[in-house]
């Protein structure tokens, strides 16, 4: 309970795209609302995006809004982030989240629960 696996990161190219995944345990996950959140060397965590428990309501970073588009698939527990457009200051370690208020997009880390391992995204210029 609990374990959070993204995959998908990987060295790109800038102007390239770019598709991360997150796989969440167990049915109750599907109630929950998901997040995804960054973090490059030497700065704070960023907010990206997150979606609450229907898929039907998002919210977005400033950075990333137009560019970026979370998703959700409940009946494979898993959570999408497709990245367009990516500039080299998008490069960071990439974190999935998940927080117990399925109606909550929240751009508060401390509102979320669970946190997976991360997965690194490089973009050269």
């Known amino acids: 309970q609990g374990q959070l696996v993204e995959s998908g990161g990987g060295l790109v190219q800038a102007g390239d795209s770019l598709r991360l995944s997150c796989a969440a345990p167990g049915p109750f996950f599907s109630s929950y609302s998901m997040g995804w959140f960054r973090q490059a060397p030497g700065k704070e965590r960023e907010f990206v995006g997150a979606?609450?428990?229907?898929?039907?309501?998002?919210s977005y970073g400033d950075s990333v809004e137009g560019r970026f588009t979370i998703s959700r698939d409940n009946a494979k527990s898993t959570v999408y982030l497709q990245m367009s457009s990516l500039k080299p200051e998008d490069t960071a370690v990439y974190y999935c989240?998940?927080?117990?208020?399925?109606?909550?997009?929240?751009?508060?880390?401390?509102?979320?629960?669970?946190w997976g391992q991360g997965t690194q995204v490089t973009v050269s210029s």
């Open positions: 989240a998940a927080n117990r208020n399925g109606y909550q997009s929240s751009s508060d880390p401390t509102d979320y629960t669970y």
């Open positions: 979606v609450i428990w229907t898929g039907g309501g998002t």
